[in-house]
């Protein structure tokens, strides 16, 4: 069974920093392409962040302005994504997926899908 262990989200004040991990099983995660998407409360699911299966190649929405980070570890499986400076708009369920196609997880249409963990930014 496969499956993708989103955790690493909480309530952070604006201005601070959280690490978000997506953990696979049930797949060889380096053969993969893994994204980060979220969906705010009222809002469409946009996806975040993108990193190919050799982590040569990432991807980042331009509305992050480059404060945030994704990285893999296919030692542990793991794929991160470091949110810095948080924002209030940030606040939203966070999820992480994974597809061997790049261009599925681009397209928002990957086979595999993580539950979701909540960040929330407030003061």
């Known amino acids: 069974e496969v499956q993708l262990q989103a955790s690493g989200g909480g309530l952070v004040q604006p201005g601070g920093s959280l690490r978000l991990s997506c953990a696979a099983s049930g797949i060889t995660v380096n053969y993969y392409s893994v994204g980060w998407f979220r969906q705010a409360p009222g809002k469409e699911r946009e996806w975040v962040s993108i990193i190919d299966l050799l982590g040569d190649n990432t991807y980042y929405a331009e509305s992050l302005e480059g404060r945030f980070t994704i990285s893999r570890d296919d030692a542990k499986t793991t794929v991160y994504l470091e949110m810095n400076d948080l924002r209030l708009e940030d606040t939203a369920v966070y999820y992480c997926?994974?597809?061997?196609?790049?261009?599925?997880?681009?397209?928002?249409?990957?086979?595999?899908w993580g539950q979701g963990t909540q960040v929330t930014v407030s003061s």
């Open positions: 997926a994974a597809d061997t196609g790049l261009w599925a997880v681009i397209a928002g249409t990957p086979q595999y």
